[in-house]
C-alpha cells in the first residue's frame, strides 16, 4: 500500500502539491476538504457555519481516516493533525509537512476568507498564530518536513519524491 498524508497550515501547498504529486507518482489524489463538500453537498465553510466546528472536526476525522487507508496521495486539512485519533493513523503512513512562513501563507491565500477558520478578517494575524500554535503538532507528526516557501510546486514535489525515496532511518 502506498498512501503519502500531506499536512500543513492553510497556503502551504498541500492541495495543489499533492495534485502534482499523485500525478508524477501516478496514485490517485484525495484533498480531505473536497471529499467532504462532495459526500455533504455544502461548502466546508457552510458546514461550520451550520453545524459548528465540533461537527466539522467529527467529519472530518472520519473522512480522514478512510482516506487514508488506501492507496493515494492525501492532502489533510490544516488542523485534521490536531485531532488525535488523525494523528495516530498518520504514525503509520509517509507524512510530509509542507512547511510555511506566515508570508508567503498569505501571499498564496489572500484576501481569500472562504476558509473557516480565516474568515472575518485579520487573515494575516490569524495565520501568524495559527502557525505558532500547530507548529509542533506539525513537527512531531511529519515524518519528512519540505519548506515550500518562495518555491514553485515542482521543485517542492522534486524533493518529495527523492525523500520518499531514501530508506527509513
Do not use: C
Not at 32 to 44: F, N, S, Y
Not at 79 to 100: C, S
Not at 150 to 162: A, H, K, L
Amino acid at each position: 500500500m502506498t498512501t503519502i498524508a500531506l499536512i500543513g497550515a492553510p497556503g502551504s501547498g498541500k492541495s495543489t502539491v499533492g495534485a502534482l504529486l499523485a500525478e508524477r507518482l501516478r496514485l490517485p489524489f484525495f484533498d480531505v476538504d473536497t471529499e467532504i463538500e462532495r459526500m455533504h453537498g455544502k461548502l466546508v465553510r457552510e458546514i461550520f457555519a451550520d453545524d459548528g466546528e465540533e461537527a466539522f472536526r467529527a467529519i472530518e476525522r472520519d473522512a480522514t481516516l478512510s482516506l487514508l487507508v488506501g492507496d493515494g496521495v492525501v492532502s489533510l486539512g490544516g488542523g485534521a493533525p490536531l485531532t488525535p485519533a488523525i494523528a495516530e493513523a498518520l504514525a503509520d503512513v509517509r507524512t510530509v509537512w509542507l512547511k510555511v512562513d506566515a508570508h508567503d501563507a498569505f501571499k498564496r491565500i489572500g484576501l481569500d476568507d472562504s476558509r473557516p477558520l480565516l474568515a472575518g478578517g485579520g487573515i494575516r494575524g490569524t495565520l501568524i498564530k495559527m502557525l505558532r500554535a500547530r507548529t509542533p503538532v506539525y513537527a512531531a507528526v511529519g515524518r519528512h518536513h519540505v519548506d515550500t516557501s518562495g518555491r514553485q510546486p515542482g521543485e517542492v514535489v522534486d524533493e518529495i519524491i527523492t525523500l520518499l525515496q531514501e530508506p527509513a532511518a
